[in-house]
């Protein structure tokens, strides 16, 4: 290629100073419905040059993620004991399947069981809790404190820099 002939998009961003080329990794992208979800999929383009593979608890979100696998997993409350033994067996099964490099969710309790048997099984974890917790972290943030790799709110005043002792990182927000 010429000096004067355009470089193609990729060639252009690995050939760049200070970009490095990554090995494609396996994501997997797990959120209930509504909010949760939307805030998923704006997380997208920090996915890009991977593979996605998305958990959700709604049959028509698949047509958001076109082409991309997506599992439908059932919803459950900390009050559907029942329903929530088949979520925690169904994400155990997903991520045992999968095998992911990372496990990246915005909540809940889908989110909640994926970070937990992700990191049991040696994958990176990211917990970004619902921009809709503006007065304290979710009770499934709080599950999974521990489990995740980086722990995240979208409120200053909830993170530790806000003040708040043993509390979550703030990147920012998403919406």
């Known amino acids: 290629m010429s000096e004067s002939t355009p ?3 990729a060639v252009q961003s690995a050939t760049q100073p200070g970009n490095v080329r990554q090995k494609r ?47 439908i ?15 925690a067996l169904r994400i155990l099964w997903i991520v045992l399947k999968e095998r992911p490099h990372a496990v990246v969710s915005t909540g809940a309790a889908p989110g909640c069981f994926a970070i937990i048997f992700g990191r049991f099984l040696g994958a990176k974890t990211v917990w ?3 921009v809709a917790n503006i007065e304290q ?27 708040m002792e043993d509390g979550p990182e703030c990147a920012g927000k998403v919406f």
Request: aromatic residues 10%; proline residues 4%.
């Open 7 to 9: 470089k193609p998009q």
């Open 25 to 71: 990794r396996k994501i997997l992208a797990v959120a209930s419905g509504g909010g949760h979800w939307v805030q998923l999929r704006r997380l997208v383009p920090a996915f890009e040059g991977h593979d996605v593979v998305y958990v959700t608890i709604n049959d028509i979100y698949k047509s958001d993620v076109p082409g991309e696998k997506i599992y």
């Open 73 to 87: 997993v059932n919803d459950a409350t900390r009050w559907d004991r029942i329903g929530s033994l088949k979520l």
């Open 128 to 130: 970004l809790d619902s």
């Open 137 to 163: 972290m979710s009770m499934s943030g709080m599950m999974v404190k521990r489990y995740s790799g980086l722990w995240l709110t979208q409120w200053p005043h909830l993170s530790t820099s806000g003040g």
